[in-house]
């Protein structure tokens, strides 16, 4: 029998999944979140969910908040079933799915007077922020806030209807000041190197537009820790909602399926007061740096390294691609040789064994993730998770053969189709763009890295112009998977 998730269904469902232990009528908001996709259900609201099992902070509940467009679906879906969500924990040996509730509520996209009214709570203390490593308005270029862009012009130019996560919180706290409210800490859960200060600099950069004293009070006053976030966390298709249906008898309309690792290290900075997340297993540090150093350069590198290769050979998954030997050597050599040595040493942990955890999780047969899902957004994410070791490996005269490799199977799969010929619908907000160039580096490999948003100075390297140059041609002349062979076979 299948039971649809809502509030008066949870105790039929406690017979197949783990229910919330706690009343929903004893949660009250603390916390205010942009972004309520797959990612920060599995994440942020487990670790909350968790908590408030434990029974304790139970004035931290969340209140989602849309900006995009496309979040009212998510709105809808979530309001449906009380904003409770089936989370499913998928491992080899066994699977296991429980129900969390910490989300009480969920604004409306395009209604900025509610969402600034609950900024301006004295009961929201902390505003959080899922909106993927490209939502930030960052210039690749420069690495620094973009203030020249189209949204954050519009914002500038009428402060009290924003339409940017940062207008908002810009408003939310222009409202806090005029009434003496203390601020709240503005807390980044994105993918994003040193997340809390891009943060800042997006804010005040805003806010700077068109009031600098107001921008040097947020500087001052307003807390920005940042943090390392991680669990594997594919998309939701009908696969997932039929798998839910069928082994715990729950519908489902927005179920998240994840891996059973999750890890959440945070600088602890919160004026206003923060949840005991130190008891549901968030490490609590004075400089988060050196964990997402590893993060995004072993595994969110280590995403990257295998997508192109797998996509490149029509490999669907990211398991069937770590059974790929040829996918599984490739990850182990430029991980081995080039980007763990780049790593700096990290506090109580081996890189080698930190490694070997990664192979576990990239090859769990119950994931579900997507090799597409991988290669998605190459533009945004290939400037934080690549470029950075090939710069240290060049630096220090380092091996950079394989990086230059993953470059040129991305620029080859930019190209638009795989090696067996098939369509390669568009996967980067810059498909347009992509594509355009990878057909002028087919001619001419240099014309690829004369992007200088995604390349910087290590795109003008004589050393790695001829490093990639000597890949490209030879991905294009004996194909992706030859290539691969060679380099792995290649003295190290």
């Known amino acids: 029998m299948t039971h649809e998730l809502c509030l008066d269904n949870l105790n039929a469902i406690s017979a197949s999944a783990a229910v919330p232990k706690y009343q929903r009528s004893q949660l009250s908001p603390g916390i205010l979140h942009f972004g309520v996709g797959n990612f920060h259900r599995a994440h942020q609201a487990c670790y909350l969910n968790a908590l ?86 960052i210039d690749p270029a420069s690495g620094k806030f973009d203030p020249e862009a189209l949204a954050i012009q519009a914002d500038a130019a009428h402060p009290d209807q924003p339409g940017t996560v940062f207008g908002l919180i810009a408003a939310g706290l222009r409202r806090r000041r005029e009434a003496g409210t203390p601020p709240f800490t503005v807390m980044s859960c994105d993918n994003v190197p040193h997340n809390g200060v ?20 947020i500087a001052n006053e307003v807390s920005f820790p940042n943090g390392m976030v991680d669990r594997i ?76 290769l797998a996509g490149l050979q029509d490999i669907h998954f990211a398991h069937e691609a770590m059974a ?12 081995l040789e080039e980007i763990i040595p780049m790593v700096p040493p990290v506090p109580d942990t081996d890189l080698k064994d930190y490694f070997d955890l990664i192979v576990r999780r990239f090859s769990n047969p119950k994931i579900g993730d997507t090799v597409r899902r991988l290669c998605l957004d190459g533009s945004n ?3 934080k998770f690549i470029v950075p070791s090939i710069a240290d490996n060049l630096a220090s005269d380092g091996p950079i053969e394989g990086l230059a490799l993953e470059s040129a199977l991305w620029c080859r799969y930019c190209h638009g189709s795989t090696e067996s010929g ?19 580096a087919r001619q001419d490999p240099l014309a690829w890295l004369s992007m200088h948003d ?7 390297s004589p050393r790695f112009k001829a490093a990639f140059t000597s890949a490209l041609q030879a991905v294009w002349r004996d194909g992706a998977a030859a290539s691969a062979a060679r380099y792995i076979g290649s003295a190290g």
């Open 52 to 137: 408030f099992n434990s029974g304790r902070d139970h004035d931290w509940a969340i209140v989602g908040a849309g900006v995009m467009a496309s979040d009212e679906h998510m709105r809808l879906a979530l309001s449906r079933q009380d904003y409770l969500s089936t989370v499913v924990e998928m491992e080899a040996e066994a699977n296991s799915a429980e129900v969390t509730g910490a989300m009480i509520d969920f604004l409306a996209p395009g209604n900025s007077r509610a969402v600034i009214e609950n900024l301006a709570d004295p009961a929201i203390r902390i505003v959080s922020l899922t909106i993927t490593e490209g939502g930030y308005f």
């Open 198 to 217: 891009v943060t800042r600099n997006a804010v005040t950069g805003l806010a700077r537009l068109t009031d600098p004293d107001f921008a040097d009070w």
């Open 233 to 308: 966390t594919p998309a939701t298709s009908d696969r997932e909602r039929e798998i839910l249906r069928r082994d715990f008898g729950i519908a489902d309309a927005s179920p998240v399926f994840c891996e059973g690792f999750t890890q959440w290290v945070l600088e602890d900075n919160f004026p206003t007061g923060r949840p005991r997340l130190e008891h549901v297993g968030v490490q609590f540090v004075p400089d988060v740096t050196p964990y997402e150093n590893m993060k995004i350069r072993i595994l969110n590198g280590g995403h990257a390294v295998i997508a192109y």
């Open 324 to 335: 790929n030997p040829l996918v599984k050597g490739f990850l182990d050599k430029v991980e």
């Open 381 to 383: 994410r290939q400037p």
């Open 422 to 440: 098939a369509v390669i619908e568009p996967n980067d907000p810059d498909w347009e763009r992509l594509t355009r160039m990878a057909g002028l």
């Open 454 to 460: 995604i390349y910087g100075d290590v795109g003008t």
